[in-house]
Each structure stands twice: as structure tokens, then as C-alpha cells.
């Protein structure tokens, strides 16, 4: 199998046997879109991802900063794993149930706020979570600096029990101390994924947090536009990977 000219070499992948891939949602499998809603899953995509599943043993996960049921309606079951709001709620394996860690509620008064911001500005859209709160300003972004000096004053105020993210065209809210980051460690930990390697691949910011629990885990981190020019360059990749079935990538 020839290798795809200036993206990631096969070389730098552990063997199937011995890999787990642990992969971002939107911006990495899937094209950014407007609204979470409207992102649309490529034709090929999940017979991509079900053929790499077989290849490496059921150790194939996606973290996002989705709720788990959102990345269930696009994908199904085929993940074996899903970390949903980053790392917050986590199904170990198809039809567990989801463990979520115990975290402090999103203030009612950031909430009321939020919706009159949203009402006051359109284009500004409000995504509330069970453990945190973006606020999206992708159809508005003139109004981006002021949220976030408001998301920046509400966090002040819960000695550092939520922290700020920057995220594209968006700012979230959620709590501190788990990331993709945690959620890598978590999986990592239990099988099929213990005693492998994580390739971990994601486009934001908040995909940092997993690229560097990957590579302090023995793995690789890859970063979209920093390693493959789009999404669509990743899901080439991924379906050379998905095929064959030998020991190597490359056969």
C-alpha cells in the first residue's frame, strides 16, 4: 500500500495488534458545519471506521465534546467506545452504561443569562450541557470578545471550579480537571484498550488535552490542519488504514 505524500507515515503507528485509536468527532471525522445538527457523516465513513475496529481488535474510540447520545445518532455503534463532553460521560463498550463523573451544576443564573444574550444577539446560539455551557457565536462573530469576557466573569467567580475553553467559534464553560485527556487515560486503562498504544487525533484546542496524554502514554498525537490538511484528507487515510488484515499497515 503506497503511502499518502507529505501526511503522517505508517512508520509512526504502532502495529495494528498493538494500536487504539482514539479520534475527535467534528472538525476530524466530519466537516465542520454551521450547527451541530447539520454536520453530515461521509459516504464511506462508517465502513472506514468498522473495517479499523476489526483491524485493531475493538480498540476504536471517539472523544468529543458531544453528549455520547449525539455521537450514537450519527455513528451508531460503531465506535466501541464514546467519550461524550469531553471526558465528562464515558461508555466503556456498546450497550453499557454510561459513567459519568460527579461534578458541580451549571449555575441557573448563567443559564437566564445566556438566553437573553442569545435573544439579544442573533446568531449567538446556546449549547447547554448536564456539566457545562457554550456559548457559539459562529453567526455572530462581532459578539465573540464580549462572550467571552462574560464566560471569563462567571468562572472567576467559582474559585476554579469551572474553567473557560476557546473553542472554534466558540466559547465553553465546563468543569475543571476533566478533558480529553482524562477521558484518553480513563480508556486506556480497561480493555480492549489497555496494553496499546493510542493514536489520538483531533482539530481544537480542546484536543490538545488528548494528544498529550497519548504521547505521555507511549502513543502518537495528530492534529488537524497541523498533520492532514482537512477532514476529508484524515478519512483517506483512515480507509487506507482500514484495509487488509495483516500485521502491518502496510500490507
Known amino acids: 500500500m503506497s503511502k499518502i505524500p507529505s501526511l503522517p507515515s505508517l512508520d509512526r503507528l504502532p502495529p495494528p495488534a498493538r494500536a487504539a485509536?482514539?479520534?475527535?468527532?467534528?472538525?476530524?471525522?466530519?466537516?465542520?458545519?454551521?450547527?451541530?445538527?447539520?454536520?453530515?457523516?461521509?459516504?464511506?465513513?462508517?465502513?472506514?471506521?468498522k473495517r479499523l475496529r476489526d483491524r485493531c481488535g475493538n480498540a476504536l474510540a471517539v472523544i468529543s465534546g458531544r453528549p455520547i447520545d449525539q455521537i450514537d445518532h450519527f455513528l451508531g455503534d460503531v465506535p466501541y467506545a464514546v467519550a461524550g463532553e469531553h471526558g465528562i460521560a464515558i461508555r466503556h463498550a456498546p450497550g453499557q452504561a454510561i459513567e459519568r463523573a460527579p461534578l458541580p451544576p451549571v449555575p441557573a443564573a448563567w443559564?437566564?443569562?445566556?438566553d437573553r444574550l442569545a435573544h439579544a444577539h442573533p446568531g449567538v446560539r446556546i449549547e447547554r450541557k448536564k456539566a457545562g455551557l457554550v456559548?457559539?457565536?459562529?453567526?455572530?462573530?462581532?459578539?465573540?470578545?464580549?462572550?467571552?469576557?462574560?464566560?471569563?466573569?462567571?468562572?472567576?467567580a467559582t474559585n476554579g471550579a469551572f474553567h473557560v475553553q476557546a473553542a472554534k467559534m466558540a466559547w465553553e464553560i465546563r468543569p475543571a480537571g476533566i478533558d480529553k485527556g482524562h477521558a484518553v487515560e480513563v480508556l486506556m486503562k480497561s480493555a480492549p484498550f489497555a496494553g496499546r498504544a493510542p493514536i489520538f487525533v483531533g482539530d481544537d484546542v480542546t484536543d490538545e488535552d488528548g494528544i498529550r496524554m497519548a504521547v505521555h502514554l507511549g502513543g502518537v498525537g495528530f492534529r488537524i490542519p497541523a498533520d492532514f490538511p482537512d477532514p476529508a484528507a484524515f478519512r483517506g487515510w483512515l480507509a487506507q488504514l482500514a484495509q487488509g488484515g495483516g500485521d502491518t499497515w502496510g500490507d
Open 21 to 49: 485509536f482514539l479520534l475527535d468527532f467534528d472538525g476530524t471525522l466530519v466537516d465542520i458545519a454551521p450547527t451541530p445538527e447539520s454536520v453530515v457523516v461521509a459516504p464511506g465513513l462508517l465502513d472506514t471506521l
Open 111 to 114: 443559564i437566564e443569562q445566556a
Open 135 to 156: 456559548l457559539h457565536y459562529r453567526g455572530a462573530p462581532d459578539v465573540g470578545p464580549e462572550l467571552g469576557k462574560i464566560a471569563d466573569d462567571w468562572v472567576a
